[in-house]
């Protein structure tokens, strides 16, 4: 058990450019979650995989947003034409079958100037 | 929907004492699971105590407590002396699953400091 791990770690971007951010779950873990936190909040849920199938996605994901898990193991987030309040931590965490606990990643800093 | 509500930004305790964070939520769900996470700054969050709505024994872990108050929407955590390393941003959050089963509603968190 590595943990749940996150790259990049930081990532500073111009608006309108696209990103990509990529969560490898630990390995027995067949459910993945992607959450956004900005400054002084507490994180906010994104979208939720079980295995490779997208189970559900939060309203907060728009358009510009992509998520995919093409072999039910790592996870690509990816922020087409970003604007500046895209700048946040975005954190992944990967669960079950066998867990009922949500392990987090160190997260992705993303800053779009 | 459901929420969660941190009331305290921040809180301050003396190493080896022991304090108490504050969390209401709100659900029309029965059954519901409530987590506190721990976030130390720079480093990843970290699962600290649940509790299953189902069990009235408020869960315990080492120097971790809850009181659950189901009436009242009500969990905190008490962190019995107090130590260094429980400074941290700590969340409340909600989930109508068990842990992995589906999406966590945070709070807003609370920053607790430790002085020595």
């Known amino acids: 058990d590595t943990g749940v791990s996150q790259d990049p770690r930081h990532k500073i971007t111009k608006r309108g450019q696209n990103v990509t951010f990529r969560c490898d779950p630990i390995s027995e873990h067949n459910r993945l979650y992607w959450y956004r936190q900005t400054l002084g909040q507490g994180p906010e849920f994104l979208t939720y995989?079980?295995?490779?199938?997208?189970?559900?996605k939060s309203r907060l994901l728009s358009d510009r947003f992509s998520a995919e898990r093409p072999k039910g193991s790592f996870s690509t987030l990816e922020i087409q034409r970003t604007e500046q309040g895209d700048s946040a931590m975005y954190l992944c965490a990967s669960g079950g079958p066998t867990t009922d606990t949500q392990y987090f990643g160190p997260g992705t800093r993303l800053t779009v100037l | 929907a459901q929420t969660v509500t941190q009331s305290q930004p921040e809180m301050s305790v003396q190493e080896a004492e022991t304090v108490t964070l504050s969390c209401t939520y709100d659900?029309?769900?029965?059954?519901?699971?409530l987590f506190w996470y721990k976030q130390p700054p720079s480093r990843q969050m970290i699962l600290v105590i649940r509790q299953e709505a189902y069990k009235q024994q408020n869960a315990t872990e080492n120097r971790f407590s809850v009181n659950f108050q189901k009436a009242a929407k009500s969990f905190s955590l008490k962190i019995s002396d107090s130590q260094l390393g429980d400074a941290a941003m700590y969340f409340c959050?909600?989930?109508?699953?068990?842990?992995?089963?589906?999406?966590?509603?945070f709070g807003k968190g609370t920053k607790l400091s430790v002085k020595p």
């Open positions: 659900t029309s769900e029965s059954d519901y699971y």
């Open positions: 995989f079980q295995n490779e199938a997208q189970l559900e």
């Open positions: 959050a909600y989930s109508n699953y068990g842990g992995s089963q589906g999406n966590l509603i």
